[in-house]
């Protein structure tokens, strides 16, 4: 897995992988001249419904040959990729996640109900600001 987000052409392919950058019309790395530059290069504008943006978990499910672009993405437009990219009921959960920090009571519930739909440990300890080891501890309670 890499660290970088990606932004990928997948010229005329259904898919669900990532984001459509138009949905993240408003990420910083668009005004960047390498980005700028790569869209030119690509003929094809932020708009264009070819275009994708995938969070660091899912570059490795970018077709073999697809142009694709690694971008720079702050930790808060990291969080609304991968919020845009989840299925519905674990982007609301991600949401209640978010907002753990000021919760007083249910807390240790919230982390349970979160792993057990699937939100991965790291997920969920990047968003509450636990610990992982903590949350790796209750998913195997």
């Known amino acids: ?6 932004l990928v052409l997948l010229n005329g392919t259904t898919s669900t992988l ?3 950058l138009a949905a993240m019309a408003d990420i910083a790395c668009l005004d960047t001249p390498a ?3 790569w869209l030119d290069a690509q ?9 994708r943006l ?5 570059t490795s ?8 672009l690694p971008v720079p993405l702050s930790d808060e437009e990291l969080s609304r990729v991968r919020r845009h990219a989840a299925p519905q009921d674990v982007a609301a959960l991600e949401e209640e996640l978010m907002a753990y920090r000021s919760r007083v009571e249910g807390r240790e ?3 349970v109900r979160a792993l057990a739909a699937g939100v991965p440990a790291h997920r969920v300890a ?3 600001g636990e610990d992982l080891t903590a949350v790796k501890a209750i998913a195997l309670r």
């Open 61 to 68: 499910a970018i077709p073999e040959g697809a142009e694709r």
């Open 54 to 58: 995938l969070p660091p978990e899912e």
């Open 35 to 37: 980005v700028r530059g």
């Open 43 to 51: 003929g094809v504008t932020a708009s264009s419904p070819d275009l």
């Open 126 to 128: 990047e968003l509450t």
């Open 1 to 6: 897995m890499t660290d970088d987000a990606y």
């Open 18 to 20: 990532g984001v459509p």
């Open 109 to 111: 519930a919230l982390l």
